[in-house]
């Protein structure tokens, strides 16, 4: 019996701290192809979302302890489902609630620059036709 070279994928789910390791597929490299070719290239690969160092809600041990379970970033602090949160020292579930108005505010902020833009774009064209007539 030989050797074969194949390569895996860890699946985390944050929260979990234990990847799920499967070998990888090409339906992995189309689910995640920025992770795949981090992967490919040799180079370290990171989460989307902002790290958990940049929220100061949050102190060096506690994101080595988010780090140890797979949360690298707040938007996967605000998604850890409530069975792994519990698995968490208590008041990590009030954490995360914070974490998701924390976030939601800035989906709030992305709503306003639209409603600007849109007054921007109707605010010209009412100069237009006014200048128009």
């Excluded at 994101?63 to 970033?73: E, F």
């Amino acid at each position: 019996m030989g050797y074969e070279d194949r390569d895996y994928v860890s699946v985390i789910n944050p929260g979990e701290g234990h990847p799920t390791k499967l070998i990888a597929t090409e339906d992995h490299k189309k689910r995640w192809p920025n992770e795949w070719a981090a992967f490919s290239n040799h180079l370290q690969q990171t989460p989307d979302g902002t790290p958990l160092d940049r929220w100061p809600r949050i102190r060096a041990g506690d994101i080595v302890m988010l780090n140890s379970v797979g949360v690298y970033t707040l938007e996967q602090l605000a998604d850890v489902d409530d069975v792994n949160i519990a698995k968490l020292p208590p008041g990590w579930g009030n954490v995360k609630k914070e974490a998701q108005g924390f976030l939601s505010q800035f989906d709030q902020l992305d709503e306003l620059k639209e409603q600007v833009e849109q007054l921007r774009k109707e605010n010209l064209q009412l100069k237009t036709d006014l200048a128009g007539k």
